[in-house]
């Protein structure tokens, strides 16, 4: 099955501290992956793709993200951490579906900056 | 939440009574999307459309309908056979069909009183 696991349902992270939020996912094919994050009471925002190339992907408001295909893993990082980042994130993935391709969501990580 | 507009922003419901949510993009995207948010739960697809006039079911589609009579428009109606349809609803489109980024609208939040 084609699926998208965030294990950690809430991650917390002093500010100025790096911060990782976890992916993992299981598809077939290549994959296509992304993030998002979301304010509350808002939609998404899309931060960063990878589609091919470099693992290393840069994204907005200085996230990154690290593909690793042997791991099967694109975990979500930043450098130092604001409090401004406290939001819910999510990991998305392109999949095959029985009715067609679309995009499988993981649940969601609620990620909170503590000052 | 870029071009993409949903309205509107908070929405009651009585049981029994449909509803429609709109959703506009001016981006000229080809797909739309609709999801479902629940609390702690990740986005689950209702419906999905790749071009005007057409539309596919997506995980859960039972008590909700759609229509794409413009590339601009993709309202979503919750009817009375949704029997859960407290939620926050997202609306979303991409250049074309996967593969490509998602671009959100702001949501419309239902509550069935």
Same mark, same amino acid.
């Given at each position: 099955a084609q699926s998208v696991a965030q294990p950690e349902d809430q991650v917390n992270v002093a500010e100025g501290n790096p911060l990782t939020v976890k992916c993992t996912y299981s598809v077939s094919g290549n994959p296509y992956l992304f993030w998002y994050v979301q304010y509350p009471n808002r939609g998404l925002q899309f931060l960063l793709k990878y589609i091919?190339?470099?693992n290393l992907v840069k994204g907005s408001y200085g996230f990154e993200a690290e593909f690793n295909k042997s791991q099967t893993s694109f975990h979500l990082k930043k450098p130092s951490a604001l409090v401004s980042d406290s939001a819910l994130y999510f990991c998305a993935v392109r999949a095959v579906r029985p009715y067609g391709q679309n995009f499988v969501f993981g649940p969601g990580t609620r990620l909170s900056v503590l000052p | 939440d870029g071009g993409i507009t949903q309205s509107p922003k908070y929405l009651f419901r009585k049981e029994g009574q449909n509803v429609t949510l709109s959703c506009e993009q #001016? /981006? #000229?995207?080809?797909a739309m999307y609709w999801y479902r948010q629940d609390p702690g739960q990740g986005l689950r697809l209702i419906y999905y459309s790749q071009i005007v006039n057409d539309f596919q079911k997506g995980d859960i589609a039972e008590g909700y309908s759609v229509s794409r009579e413009k590339k601009e428009s993709f309202p979503l109606t919750v009817t009375s056979a949704q029997k859960n349809p407290t939620a926050f609803y997202l609306c979303a489109s991409s250049i074309? /069909?996967?593969?490509d980024t998602q671009y959100f609208g702001p949501g419309t939040r239902l509550t069935v009183l």
């Open positions: 091919t190339g470099d | #001016n /981006l #000229n995207h080809d074309e /069909l996967a593969g």
